[in-house]
């Protein structure tokens, strides 16, 4: 009987800590892309380190069309690359220029960005950093297939484990259709 006691109670402790894994991960979802479905928001997976160690590869920004005169140095701005104009870069603010270009930098980069983004290459402001939750498009972006097949298996394995723990009486009444009725019959 006690043996039975301790493998519900296990059950029941990986019942409750699978559930607020999925919640979890579900806030962190609908925070990343909630605010994306309104009018001039977007968020952005960021692919690279150079935003480190406050933001790194894999989270999530959300950023907000603001006019370019609110924008202040050290504020986190989501441009069109001007290295690589087919691409987005993720940078704070260093220095704005008297021709309305700005100078980016990276946190983790020693140098500001070499290059200046003209205005009409800001497309917005962080406003809102939601961690973790662009893994699996990182992964995907780098080809880690491996990793994502472990995500998805891990992932797989937390709702198997939210799942209501069964007990002897849901058993009994899973075999006998009637419920407690069949096995009082029985």
Known sequence: M??????????????????????????LLTWSQLPALL???????ILTGSMGPRI????????????????????????????????LLSHRVHKLLPNGHIITSGDANR????????PQNVLGLGRLHVPWIGL????????QYWTMTLAALGLALVAYLAAPPRTAALDVAARHPG???????A
């Open 2 to 27: 006690r043996a039975r006691r301790a493998a519900f109670a296990i059950r029941l402790i990986g019942f409750a800590t699978a559930r607020a894994a999925l919640g979890v991960l579900f806030g």
């Open 39 to 45: 009018p001039a928001w977007q968020a952005a997976v």
């Open 56 to 87: 790194m590869a894999g989270d999530v920004v959300v950023y907000q069309d603001v006019p370019m005169n609110t924008l202040r140095p050290g504020q986190l701005v989501l441009v069109r690359d001007p290295a690589h104009p087919t691409q």
């Open 111 to 118: 140098m500001p960005d070499s290059t200046s983004t003209p």
């Open 136 to 143: 699996p498009v990182l992964w995907w972006q780098r080809a």
């Open 179 to 185: 419920g407690q009725a069949a096995s009082r019959r």
